[in-house]
């Protein structure tokens, strides 16, 4: 049975801004003093670590992209809730353009000591794209990170297989294409990353134009 979604909840769009995701962390671990930007649960770790040691100064390293996280969930609720409809041009369009001018900013930015800024600035993005496109065909989804989508396809694997259900075994197949996809991103950011460790970033901004113009056959407004 065929199901009508919103153009930001489509698998063309779910796969882009996953293919976005997995460059970026590559990017940032290859060129940008090997950190992961898009999840945080490994900066939290490091900052608890480092607070225990009493070693503050790389305590505030790790903290920075942890506020820049919460920071763009804040922002994309913010910009969510003051948005005013125009046409096909939606909420998640602003949020996509504020995306693409910090990493054309962060391509900008020299390597070395403007390393921490530009993890900042793609922890900001990261999290302006994980909150504002959550779903995929409906499913809850996250595009710059692989874990909750392998818990979520695997769940719906041993359901769809066990009771037979072709609806969950179609759901499955869904969140191990957005992975691949993550995964397909992440190296072509290995490729390129080292060949051009300032401006390869950019590319991830493509990725993510790709599903600003894709988004503008969008149905339904929220």
Request: glycine share 10%.
């Amino acid at each position: 049975m065929k199901h009508d979604y919103q153009r930001s909840e489509s698998f063309r769009a779910a796969a882009v801004l996953a293919l976005a995701g997995g460059f970026l962390d590559a990017y940032t671990y290859l060129c940008r003093g090997q950190v992961f930007a898009n999840a945080q649960t490994g900066n939290m770790v490091l900052l608890a670590v480092r607070l225990a040691e009493g070693n503050w100064g790389k305590a505030v390293h790790y903290l920075m992209p942890i506020l820049a996280f919460a920071l763009g969930v804040l922002v994309a609720e913010i910009v969510r809730r003051n948005s005013r409809h125009a046409g096909r041009f939606h909420w998640r369009h602003t949020v996509l353009l504020v995306e693409m001018a910090v990493l054309i900013a962060a391509a900008l930015a020299p390597v070395g000591k403007w390393d921490s800024l530009v993890n900042v600035g793609v922890s900001f993005v990261c999290a302006l794209q994980v909150e504002t496109f959550r779903k995929v065909r409906g499913y809850p989804f996250a595009s710059t990170m692989c874990t909750g989508n392998l818990r979520s396809g695997m769940d719906a694997l041993f359901h769809g297989v066990v009771d037979r259900d072709m609806a969950l075994t179609a759901k499955s197949g869904c969140y191990f294409a957005i992975i691949a996809c993550f995964l397909l991103g992440a190296a072509l950011g290995g490729v390129l990353s080292p060949r051009f460790p300032q401006g390869a970033v950019l590319t991830a901004a493509v990725f993510q134009g790709v599903a600003f113009l894709w988004m503008f056959g969008i149905r339904e407004l929220e």
